[in-house]
């Protein structure tokens, strides 16, 4: 076997773990493995990291495009890349780790007259509310539709972006289940909850963009405080932190504090001092942060519309999913279950062993060997 991977960041710790591991059991049996990185991050999170300590970390092979943004490298410069790396690397089975481009489509189609088995991952997921029928949607959804007919298999990461297939007829026989998960061995392993004070703390950890709907959230989580005292505390930078605190400056939102950026393998700090961790995206494919929180016992409590909901995350058992900010029943059922949540540690222990590094990548390789009928 010969896989060669097509990835966007190379600043992807849950996808690096993936990769290191499944190219230690392929050599093993003398299969050659190469992942393509169109680059190192978005431009948003060009200052997350050092390129030097970055490039120290990585233990597979691998080709980096461009130390441009992702944001800011042309398409025609990806396909060229991609184009020439098949060629010279020859491989029998290519793994597009999503699918939204043209590029991937020409592709897709190049690799069917080739013969090269391909694996597309998804992570996209049906959004909650699909109002949009403009002809620009209409359009998108005939090209999707197009493009998720000539793959051979689908990674898929949760029930979510199973339906978001089965909504456009992919047959259930080509989807292989994959528990989506991060190197847990990069946290400390002894940790305790810190939480000493009357509130209850919440917390969020991201990029502070539009997708993540943090100005809704601060917006409902004041009447949350209206009812029951809490505290919310967000980590990380983005393109609307000014306004978001402009938001808490102008409504007094006390009970809010926009905490600093933060580097990833210092979460472990972080996480043991709050109860729950807030998601409450308009999109989001999984939400590896619900997987640390969890990690620390934390309880979740995000939107449908994320990922890992109903998945990871168990209405009632492990947090709370909420289907729509808009609804004024919101608050009272967010403070309701910060009120008489259960002690969620035996179910999420369960958990956590099902989205383990060490059990998601042995599935993974299983399954890749018997799909391309290796033993």
């Not at 597009?96 to 190049?110: D, E, Q, R, V, W």
Request: aromatic share 14%.
């Amino acid at each position: 076997m010969r896989l060669l991977i097509f990835h966007n960041i190379l600043f992807a710790q849950y996808k690096s773990i993936y990769f290191e591991k499944i190219y230690n059991e392929l050599k093993k049996n003398n299969h050659d493995f190469l992942v393509i990185q169109s680059s190192f991050s978005e431009k948003s999170r060009i200052n997350h990291f050092n390129k030097d300590q970055l490039l120290k970390k990585i233990r597979y092979p691998f080709k980096l495009i461009s130390q441009k943004p992702i944001d800011e490298i042309n398409q025609i410069q990806i396909l060229y890349h991609w184009i020439k790396a098949i060629i010279k690397f020859k491989p029998t089975v290519i793994n597009f780790t999503g699918y939204n481009s043209f590029s991937i489509i020409f592709l897709l189609i190049i690799c069917k007259f080739l013969r090269i088995k391909t694996i597309v991952t998804n992570e996209s997921v049906l959004k909650g509310n699909q109002k949009q029928r403009t002809l620009k949607f209409k359009f998108n959804q005939f090209i999707k539709k197009f493009t998720l007919k000539i793959p051979d298999y689908f990674y898929t990461f949760g029930i979510n972006a199973n339906n978001l297939l089965f909504e456009f007829n992919v047959d259930k026989k080509k989807i292989i289940n994959f528990g989506n998960t991060f190197d847990k061995n990069s946290f400390s392993s002894s940790f305790s909850i810190e939480n000493n004070n009357q509130k209850t703390k919440l917390l969020f950890v991201g990029r502070l963009i539009e997708e993540k709907n943090l100005e809704l959230t601060i917006k409902t989580l004041a009447k949350v405080n209206d009812l029951i005292p809490i505290q919310f505390d967000i980590y990380g930078d983005g393109p609307i932190e000014a306004s978001l605190l402009k938001l808490i400056n102008d409504n007094q939102y006390s009970f809010v504090q926009l905490k600093s950026k933060i580097i990833w393998e210092d979460l472990d700090k972080i996480y043991p001092q709050y109860s729950n961790l807030i998601l409450f995206s308009k999109s989001e494919p999984w939400g590896m942060v619900a997987n640390e929180a969890q990690h620390f016992n934390l309880n979740i409590i995000c939107t449908s519309n994320c990922g890992c909901a109903n998945d990871l995350v168990i209405n009632n058992y492990n947090g709370l999913i909420i289907d729509s900010l808009d609804s004024n029943q919101t608050p009272n059922s967010i403070a309701n279950y910060l009120l008489n949540q259960k002690d969620s540690s035996i179910f999420t222990s369960k958990n956590n062993k099902i989205f383990d590094e060490s059990y998601a990548i042995e599935r993974f390789i299983k399954k890749l060997y018997s799909l391309n009928e290796y033993n």
